[in-house]
């Protein structure tokens, strides 16, 4: 069977970002198109959901307004949460530090009976509200990258493992079943650590959750003026899933599940990376070598309708998104879209580039790709480089043998991202890179990058049941290859 981890959980921005019209649009056809289960974002807890306050005398105040809302959509969309506990409702903040321009205040809880207080409620008004079952069928995860001292959480390592230990107790005492994880660290980061806390002190884990990004270095360039430039190592990203998944198996817990709740070729998200055709062939890679490692691998993130830096003002700005903030695809959302193409049953390949399957019903697909680095290493950064026009060179082409097909006329389709093929970003680029799209120039870039095949065609399979062909490829080319049995 076809490991499906890449579409078990994607990314998005913030919970308030869920609440707005274009976002639930834009999840809902992702959902559609590329077949994500779960969904993991910041910000659940912040001041602009309203979960907490106190009044005069201290007393908690609880508000599920907007969560149900939330939460309501999603469920009704047939996705589920991967609930990211934090950041720090105001009213329970030991300090003001904040982080992005909605302001995640980052410090841990003033009073921890009163955290442990606005967790139980929390989940305890879900299990009411879904029923045991379908809570039991979600994550929890307790905060975000509290390795990033004073970015992401104002304390150090054993004040993390405080709130882990205490936010883990308070779920699993409203039940066993539900499952908690961490450290949801950056960078790999507090693996064994976190491991060995919780078998030291009986602390509850059921996963382990970390991210990854493929940048050799800058750090988070949030203004996009200092610049990071993408890994050379063409194992970034997969080596350290397969590492970090080597580690759970030595550690003293071997059988932790393994998500990687963030991660894509950059944490920036100002890098333009994120809009260029190189982008679809390095999601096709990682996953390729990744999948069988982790339970989960979230793409950060599904939108451009991300605000940490406040709102965007241009149409491609370097966004993590598989879509921009005008529902353009770009050449990452095809990467996902080809996949959840794929029949459920792989076949077996000798080629590392490429996912084989069929279907219950005989029809095959053959997905392929080039990956190939052709960034210059430290001489440019990914703000300068990715946003030029760059072609790509031509390779020897791709040949493809499929046997043991069933005799019979098909339908064959051809799809392809790449240079200038469902290549949006180019298609801006040659407008001159105006800092905003007229409704004319959105439609004129959609039906230029429409992602209809490139090929199509009937064919028969005689006798002998073997397909073969040959197709032209360039670095960084992905192509999609199906095959439809037609009824007499």
């Not at 970002?17 to 809902?28: I, M, S, T, V």
């Not at 602009?48 to 106190?54: A, K, L």
């Not at 009976?113 to 029923?131: A, P, Q, S, V």
């Not at 069988?292 to 241009?314: A, C, H, Q």
Request: hydrophobic share 35%; proline share 4%; net charge neutral.
């Amino acid at each position: 069977m076809l490991n499906h981890s890449y579409r078990q959980c994607v990314g998005a921005g913030r919970a308030t970002e869920g609440l707005r019209a274009d976002w639930q649009r834009q999840l809902k056809y992702i959902k559609e198109e590329c077949g994500f289960e779960y969904i993991r974002f910041h910000g659940l807890l912040g001041d602009d959901m309203g979960v907490y306050t106190e009044d005069k005398q201290g007393s908690a105040i609880y508000n599920w307004q907007y969560i149900d809302e939330l939460f309501d959509y999603l469920l009704s969309i047939r996705m589920k949460p991967f609930v990211e506990l934090g950041f720090m409702p105001a009213g329970l903040a030991s300090g003001k530090q904040t982080v992005f321009w909605w302001k995640g205040n980052i410090t841990p809880p003033k009073d921890y009976y009163k955290w442990d207080g606005l967790i139980k409620k929390l989940i305890e008004h879900w299990t009411e509200r879904y029923g045991h079952t379908e809570v039991a069928s979600w994550y929890f995860e307790v905060w975000n990258e509290p390795n990033l001292k004073n970015l992401f959480f104002s304390g150090d390592q054993p004040d993390y493992f405080k709130l882990y230990q205490r936010t883990a107790t308070a779920i699993k005492a409203i039940s066993n079943d539900y499952r908690v994880g961490g450290p949801a660290t950056a960078g790999n980061a507090w693996i064994i650590e976190m491991i060995n806390f919780c078998a030291d002190s009986k602390t509850p884990i059921d996963f382990i959750s970390t991210h990854d990004y493929g940048v050799k270095q800058g750090f988070l360039d949030q203004s996009g003026d200092i610049g990071v430039i993408v890994s050379q190592n063409k194992a970034a990203v997969y080596g350290s899933m397969i590492n970090t998944k080597k580690l759970i198996q030595a550690s003293v817990m071997p059988n932790l599940e393994l998500h990687y709740t963030e991660w894509s070729s950059s944490y920036t998200p100002t890098d333009p990376i994120h809009d260029t055709y190189y982008q679809a062939a390095y999601i096709l890679d990682k996953i390729k070598h990744a999948s069988k490692y982790v339970n989960s691998m979230s793409y950060w993130t599904f939108t451009d309708i991300f605000e940490e830096l406040g709102p965007r003002s241009t149409p491609f700005h370097g966004g993590f998104g598989l879509l921009n903030y005008q529902n353009i695809k770009k050449p990452a959302f095809y990467a996902y879209q080809f996949l959840n193409k794929l029949g459920n049953i792989e076949l077996k390949s000798k080629d590392t580039s490429a996912i084989a399957c069929k279907s219950a019903n005989g029809d095959v697909q053959i997905l392929m790709w080039d990956f190939t680095i052709t960034h210059p290493g430290d001489s440019v950064n990914d703000q300068i480089y990715y946003k030029r026009d760059n072609p790509s060179k031509g390779i020897e082409p791709v040949k493809i043998n499929v046997s043991h097909l069933a005799r019979g006329q098909y339908q064959l389709d051809v799809y392809k991202v790449g240079y200038r093929i469902n290549d949006a970003y180019s298609t801006y680029f040659d407008m001159q890179l105006p800092s905003q799209l007229s409704k004319g120039q959105v439609a004129a870039i959609n039906q230029k990058n429409s992602g209809a095949p490139i090929i199509t065609s009937k064919i028969n399979v005689a006798i002998t049941g073997s397909f073969k062909a040959e197709l032209p490829m360039r670095e960084n080319d992905v192509y999609l290859v199906t095959l439809q049995r037609l009824k007499n």
